[in-house]
């Protein structure tokens, strides 16, 4: 059996689903890269910058709440999240540890 016990190299990582399909309702990678680039803005300049990384990601089967994200190690879900709600997720959840309620999908 295998352990993992190690580190993780961010503190914060952040996969926003890009994901275009025709078929059924998809967060799109419009949208997704649009949150994507937006979480880079703000983290520019921060100094917690190299620990903390936001990226593209495929579809995370929750299609019908997107535009969608999942921040680990904590493993919570974000829907219907617009390019308005990165700032409060970065500085909130990202920055202070406090995720963000109104966002955060449950299952
Ligand atoms: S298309 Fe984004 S969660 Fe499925």
Do not use: W
Not at 10 to 22: A, G, L, Q, S, W
Not at 62 to 82: E, N, Q, R
């Amino acid at each position: 059996m295998y352990l993992c016990n190690a580190m993780s190299k961010y503190k914060k990582h952040v996969f926003v689903c890009t994901n275009d399909r025709e078929a059924k309702a998809a967060c799109g990678s419009v949208r997704g890269m649009e949150l994507i680039n937006e979480f880079k803005e703000l983290l520019k300049d921060h100094p917690d910058r190299a620990s903390i990384r936001a990226q593209r990601a495929g579809c995370l089967d929750v299609c019908a709440l997107g535009p969608a994200l999942v921040v680990y190690p904590d493993a919570i879900f974000y829907g219907h999240v617009s390019k308005e709600d990165i700032k409060e997720i970065v500085l909130e959840h990202l920055i202070n540890n406090r995720p963000v309620e109104r966002l955060m999908l449950k299952f």
